[in-house]
């Protein structure tokens, strides 16, 4: 699996961006699928993890304001990011797992990552 994030940029605190995961494979709807973020000089966390079948969990820090999706038959997902804070600033990857589980929020329970897109907030 090939996995492809875009639609990082700069905005606003307050504002909103939509990121979005283009994944290779016929398989990629059996896989979980993950959004982390890095900022800078802190370790990579979970953002957001969405099993094959639509179930979601998400990070305490951005309940409420983040959103995931996917669309299998695009092979594609998404994060819905509203409210944006200053502390969302941070390079955002999606990864897929075999663990198809909501729990499976542990970056090294990921088999395949993206190249990650940049996401800044500003105050």
């Known amino acids: 699996v090939q996995l492809q994030a875009s639609g990082g940029g700069l905005v606003q605190a307050g504002g909103s961006l939509r990121l979005s995961c283009a994944a290779s494979?016929?398989?990629?709807?059996?896989?979980?699928m993950g959004w982390f973020r890095q900022a800078p000089g802190k370790k990579r966390e979970l953002v957001a993890v969405?099993?094959?079948?639509?179930?979601?969990n998400y990070a305490d820090s951005v309940k409420g304001r983040f959103t995931s999706s996917r669309d299998n038959a695009k092979n594609t997902i998404y994060l819905q990011m509203s409210s944006l804070k200053p502390e969302d600033t941070a390079v955002y990857y999606c990864a897929a797992s075999h663990w198809n589980s909501i729990t499976t929020i542990t970056d090294t329970d990921y088999d395949y990552w993206g190249q990650g897109t940049l996401v800044t907030v500003s105050s």
């Open positions: 969405i099993t094959s079948g639509g179930s979601t």
């Open positions: 494979g016929r398989t990629f709807s059996r896989y979980a």
